[in-house]
């Protein structure tokens, strides 16, 4: 069983990964995030990608970074409808390079967000699942994220402080 795993950053991908070769997959990890911003933030993210991977034998692959993309698919919605479409397009992708790839399965790390609507992502991946013909992977990895988090922090791994676009840059800066 091979999953291509959307890979939102790494602190995020440390319980998904583990949980996913306990359960017998090969995973493949696939860094496509339009919506982080700034570019330095992305670069961060980026740099804290590569370095978890090269010590955790997983291969990611790097589509262009193209903010417009992002801008494109949210084009101003409420915070729901921003979410909704980033979701949306970051796992339309991510479904169709891993047919293209021969994949069995894809799925992304922001199943272990507590910060995130479960059951949207859940709806979002089994919808894009059905459209693509290929098998969405869902569980909820929610329950390692303080512990991966934590593991994040000891091992010195980049860990950001918003979602990524540049709306949840203004909320979460906005509030102090």
């Known amino acids: 069983m091979k999953l291509l795993l959307h890979t939102c950053c790494a602190p ?37 990608v590569e370095n978890f991977i090269k010590l955790n034998n ?41 047919k293209e790839k021969g994949f069995s399965h894809f799925s992304t ?9 479960q059951e949207l992502l859940k709806k979002i991946g089994s919808d894009i699942a059905n459209a693509e013909e ?4 869902y569980e909820d990895f929610r329950p390692g994220f303080r512990k991966a988090h934590e593991e994040a922090k000891a091992k010195g791994i980049y860990c950001q402080k918003y979602c990524g676009c540049i709306y949840s840059e203004i909320e979460r800066y906005s509030k102090k």
């Open 58 to 98: 997983i291969e990611v692959i790097y589509p262009e970074y193209n903010p417009a993309e992002f801008f494109q698919a949210v084009n101003l919605k409420e915070k729901n409808g921003r979410c909704l479409a980033c979701w949306s397009l970051r796992l339309k992708l991510t479904a169709k390079i891993a």
């Open 134 to 137: 290929i098998e969405f992977y």
């Open 12 to 48: 995020c991908l440390i319980y998904p990964l583990e949980r996913l070769k306990e359960k017998g997959f090969e995973v493949r990890g696939l860094f496509y995030n339009p919506n982080i911003h700034p570019f330095a933030e992305y670069q961060n993210r980026r740099q804290a």
């Open 109 to 117: 790390t922001l199943l272990v967000s507590p910060y995130q609507d």
